[in-house]
């Protein structure tokens, strides 16, 4: 069992910058890739970014690509969400989930926990 809590949302201007953090607690994190999905009013649930367990692998979403970077600290159990350049479509609810496969996944059934969300606000 995995709980985790996302912090670091908030309201930006476009073109600003965020950095989101997860932190986990319960089993060892770094048996876990994790990954971070958003979601807009209105809108399914998205993948935005995935790190893997053990390893420096990570994928992004075509539209974050080169603006958002995810990074993970295991001794602090913790994946991070870097958000630079942030437009206004990049408004949503963010949340991070973990999953005990090692491999890349892409929806959000492919992940087993899930935290309860941050808002992420940018204004034009």
């Known amino acids: 069992q995995v709980h985790l809590v996302e912090s670091g949302g908030g309201l930006v201007q476009a073109g600003g910058s965020l950095r989101l953090s997860c932190a986990a607690s319960?089993?060892?994190?770094?048996?876990?890739?994790v990954g971070w999905f958003r979601q807009a009013p209105g809108k399914e649930r998205r993948f935005v970014a995935h790190?893997?367990?053990?390893?420096?692998?990570?994928y992004y979403a075509d539209s974050v690509k080169g603006r958002f970077t995810i990074s993970r600290d295991n001794a602090k159990n913790t994946v991070y969400l870097h958000m630079n350049a942030l437009k206004p479509e990049d408004t949503a609810i963010y949340f991070c989930?973990?999953?005990?496969?090692?491999?890349?996944?892409?929806?959000?059934?492919?992940?087993?926990?899930w935290g309860q969300g941050t808002q992420v606000t940018v204004s034009s």
């Open positions: 989930a973990a999953r005990i496969a090692p491999d890349f996944g892409g929806i959000p059934r492919d992940y087993d926990y």
């Open positions: 319960g089993r060892t994190f770094d048996d876990y890739a």
């Open positions: 790190i893997a367990s053990r390893y420096i692998n990570t």
